[in-house]
Each structure stands twice: as structure tokens, then as C-alpha cells.
């Protein structure tokens, strides 16, 4: 239950530029090219498919916040032909316009990715809470942060 180091890098750097996208990017360009047409984001009140996701996250990258990213501990759960399930810890900074005080929420996030001609493409994520349950905008399309 492994893949090659390369394999792991190019994991590594797709996870690295993706939440990178997420904080600055537009989602019109960036989620067509990490996820598999049949992609679904599963977390507490959402399920959402590769349209949903990409509208929700025009609609994120649009609101009156902004978010920071961080990623960590990546770890490699199955490898199964070309497909790999990883897991990995997610922090998300939030900061409301006109407010000084950050929130931050905590998710372990699993990631099926598989490997298509064109790369590691993002099958399906699933995002649980750490520490707490979800913020109450989670599951409210029209505020919801991505996070």
C-alpha cells in the first residue's frame, strides 16, 4: 500500500496549489482541471457534485471575507490500481470583512484521487470537523466558504 515518492510529490503539490486556488483563484478555471467529471464534496449538511462544488466556490471566492488555506499531514490510505485514497489535515482561516478576529476551523479531509491521461485528477472529497461541529454557514449556499 504505496505509490512511488514522484507519485506522493505530484499528490503533494496538486493538494499545495488547490487550496492555494481556493483562497485566490477563479473556480471557473481551477475546478474543471483538478476534478473527475463524477466528482461529489460530502461534509456535515452538504453533498455536492463537481457543478455544485464549482459554483460554490465562485460563489465563495466572491464574498465579503477571505479565506487562508493550510495544509498538513499527508497520509496514504490504499492504493488500488490507479487510484489512490489519501487523508490529510485541513486549517481554514476565515476573516470577515470589518471584523479583526480570525475564525479558524479544523478538518480531516479524505481524498480519493485517480489517475487519469491527463494527471491526478480529485474523484470525491469527504470533510469532517475536528474540534467542533461546522460553523453554521456550512451548509448555506449562500455563504458558504469552501471551508
Known amino acids: 500500500m504505496s505509490i512511488e515518492p514522484y507519485e506522493r510529490m505530484e499528490l503533494e503539490q496538486l493538494l499545495s496549489e488547490s ?3 481556493g483562497d485566490h483563484g ?11 467529471e463524477g466528482f461529489a464534496l460530502h461534509g456535515p449538511g ?3 457534485d463537481r ?3 464549482q459554483q460554490w466556490m465562485t460563489r465563495r471566492a466572491a464574498a ?3 479565506t487562508r488555506h493550510q495544509w498538513s499531514n499527508l497520509r496514504v490510505l490504499d492504493v488500488d490500481g490507479d487510484a489512490v485514497d489519501v487523508a490529510w489535515l485541513e486549517c481554514v482561516h476565515r476573516r470577515d470583512e470589518g471584523v479583526d478576529v480570525t475564525i479558524r476551523t479544523v478538518g480531516d479531509i479524505a481524498d480519493r484521487w485517480v489517475r487519469t491521461p491527463d494527471g491526478w485528477r480529485l474523484a470525491s472529497r469527504t470533510i469532517t470537523p475536528v474540534f467542533d461541529p461546522p460553523p453554521a454557514y456550512w451548509g448555506r449556499a449562500e455563504e458558504s466558504a469552501g471551508n
Open 19 to 21: 487550496v492555494a486556488w
Open 51 to 53: 457543478e455544485q462544488f
Open 26 to 36: 477563479d473556480a471557473a478555471d481551477w475546478v474543471p482541471k483538478l476534478c473527475t
Open 64 to 66: 465579503p471575507f477571505k
Open 46 to 48: 452538504v453533498d455536492l
